[in-house]
């Protein structure tokens, strides 16, 4: 496709402004920033199959690629590296860094120069939410690096993502569903145990990375929850991406995000590290933080756990696929991606009367992490059913995506189309686990012991349930998808959420648009990925 005269148009990405923003003026041409440049794997996508990580196949019988083969392999090629630094050079960008691994290169300049090097407009836009540097259309390279580019990201920076979590409502102002017998909250360790985790394990030799978007950390409170707890205080690292740090604020912030999913984790995998990777909130600052965890060759994360997201019709399609393709790298090099299903119900959040799946959970290549209501005695679970205080505002994602068609994974799975259409697509979530902020979990953030639910709390339930399951395997579970559809489906390797909605869609036995095949027998789960 070619915008101008020797320019191409990346395919997808277009961009259109904001609901309800406006353009108030041109952003400072002077203004200077980075960019980050996703270029093309220089071998086939479907080299990225072999040794069946993609398929059917038992973790012990899985080849995976260590992230220096991986990186030779599949990595950017160099002749395409130095094809973009001629191209930086000659529009007067400065390349500020080149991964072959993650097939990335970081261009900085100015207003003026990245605009004209990229064939796009910039401009200052305002809108309820705030401000952010914007464009609308798509973005173009020159004729010769057609096949080379294959997305460019950050010269928007809008709001990309929000995280996945809901500070449990204060007496008197509870949600609809939430009456005087409510369920109690729980630790992630009464969880552990509810779900039947493997016991004797702690995560010992393993790495669960956590993207973080925002917020921060405090050691004085990582010490307090664990000592409280009676676990061994975890190892907790801040890995800074594009200039996001750890930066606590307040429990009203993203601190409570950050928290929870570092209390979830190492709760249940204490001797895990936990590697917290802090980018900005943007689609350039999330992307790069995927990347560079998936293909950290310093603290190797065998889990990534994501709880943020946003509705797929938020996203450009460049972004998706790009996001897509960094996990099915994450496949090839045996590490599992979990991701957060929504807190919205089927609309997530948007108000145009039709349903809606949150991304990156809607990749086929991501565990989605759908969300339940948990009620027990003692160690033993006396009902579950779907997550839907309110079907708009507090309920778990689920549904159809409108992006992704169904991956062959799905294919017995009785996925509905869209509702209300006969659209197909990639069924979301895979699985679930305790959601609701009235049966939510217990945890300390800034000083403060709150009571926190939200689809945000199942995807590090789940990456720490997984970093036992490595340790015990002695190699990666990896890509988890094909086999619970698979040959561990109907197994008895999960409870079976029959009752719920989160809207547009139904539970029911089997896989269902709620909470997927439902939440971990994780003792089971073990014993059969180890046959």
């Known amino acids: 496709m070619t915008a101008t005269s020797g320019r191409h148009t990346i395919p997808g990405s277009e961009k259109t402004a904001v609901p309800g923003a406006r353009a108030v003026r041109a952003a400072p041409a002077d203004e200077r920033f980075e960019v980050t440049v996703r270029l093309r794997s220089k071998a086939l996508p479907a080299a990225l199959a072999a040794g069946g990580v993609h398929a059917d196949t038992p973790p012990a019988q899985r080849k995976y690629l260590s992230r220096e083969d991986y990186a030779a392999a599949h990595g950017a090629d160099p002749q395409d590296i130095a094809k973009i630094a001629a191209f930086a050079a000659a529009h007067h960008l400065v390349v500020v860094e080149s991964s072959a691994a993650r097939r990335s290169v970081v261009l900085s300049g100015t207003t003026a120069t990245l605009s004209a090097a990229f064939g796009v407009t910039l401009q200052q836009y305002e809108h309820e939410g705030g401000t952010y540097r914007g464009r609308t259309g798509g973005i173009s390279v020159p004729a010769n690096l057609a096949e080379v580019v294959e997305g460019v990201f950050g010269l928007d920076n809008r709001t990309q993502a929000q995280a996945h979590f809901q500070v449990q409502a204060e007496e008197g102002a509870a949600a609809p569903r939430a009456a005087a017998a409510a369920p109690a909250s729980f630790t992630p360790v009464q969880l552990a145990q509810l779900y039947k985790f493997p016991a004797g394990l702690d995560g010992t030799g393993q790495c669960i990375a956590l993207i973080e978007l925002g917020g921060g950390f405090k050691p004085a409170d990582i010490k307090t929850y664990f000592t409280g707890l009676g676990l061994p205080v975890p190892t907790v690292l801040a890995v800074s991406v594009d200039g996001g740090t750890n930066h606590p604020t307040n429990a009203n912030s993203a601190d409570g995000e950050v928290m929870l999913d570092i209390e979830v984790a190492a709760a249940v995998?204490?001797?895990?590290?936990?590697?917290v990777y802090f980018a900005p909130n943007t689609n350039q600052g999330f992307l790069d933080a995927i990347t560079t965890a998936v293909h950290d060759s310093v603290n190797k994360p065998s889990v990534v756990s994501i709880s943020w997201g946003s509705a797929e019709a938020n996203w450009t399609a460049q972004a998706m696929t790009q996001f897509d393709q960094a996990f099915q790298a994450a496949a090839a090099m045996g590490v599992t991606v979990c991701c957060a299903a929504g807190d919205n119900g089927s609309s997530d959040s948007v108000g145009d009367g039709r349903p809606h799946v949150d991304f990156p959970a809607s990749s086929p290549y991501a565990l989605g992490c759908g969300g339940t209501r948990?009620?027990?005695?003692?160690?033993?679970?006396?009902?579950?059913?779907?997550?839907?205080?309110?079907?708009?505002?507090?309920?778990?994602?689920?549904?159809?995506?409108?992006?992704?068609?169904?991956?062959?994974y799905q294919a017995n799975a009785h996925v509905p189309t869209i509702a209300g259409t006969t659209t197909k697509g990639r069924g979301v979530p895979d699985v679930a686990g305790d959601a609701d902020p009235n049966s939510g979990y217990r945890v300390r953030v800034d000083g403060k012991n709150l009571v926190i639910g939200g689809t945000s709390a199942v995807a590090?339930?789940?990456?720490?349930?997984?970093?036992?399951?490595?340790?015990?395997?002695?190699?990666?579970?990896?890509?988890?998808?094909?086999?619970?559809?698979?040959?561990?489906?109907?197994?008895?390797?999960?409870?079976?959420?029959?009752?719920?909605?989160?809207?547009?869609?139904?539970?029911?036995?089997?896989?269902?648009?709620?909470?997927?095949?439902?939440?971990?027998?994780?003792?089971?789960?073990?014993?059969?990925?180890?046959?």
């Open 460 to 531: 590090p339930l789940w990456a720490g349930l997984l970093a036992l399951m490595n340790q015990k395997l002695g190699h990666p579970v990896g890509y988890l998808n094909p086999l619970i559809y698979g040959s561990l489906a109907g197994k008895g390797l999960f409870n079976d959420i029959t009752s719920g909605n989160n809207g547009s869609y139904a539970a029911g036995p089997g896989w269902d648009a709620c909470t997927g095949w439902g939440s971990p027998v994780g003792a089971k789960l073990l014993q059969a990925l180890g046959g």
């Open 374 to 408: 948990v009620a027990a005695s003692g160690s033993t679970i006396t009902a579950e059913t779907v997550w839907n205080d309110n079907p708009t505002s507090s309920a778990t994602g689920g549904g159809v995506s409108g992006f992704f068609p169904p991956p062959a």
């Open 269 to 275: 995998a204490p001797k895990a590290k936990i590697a």
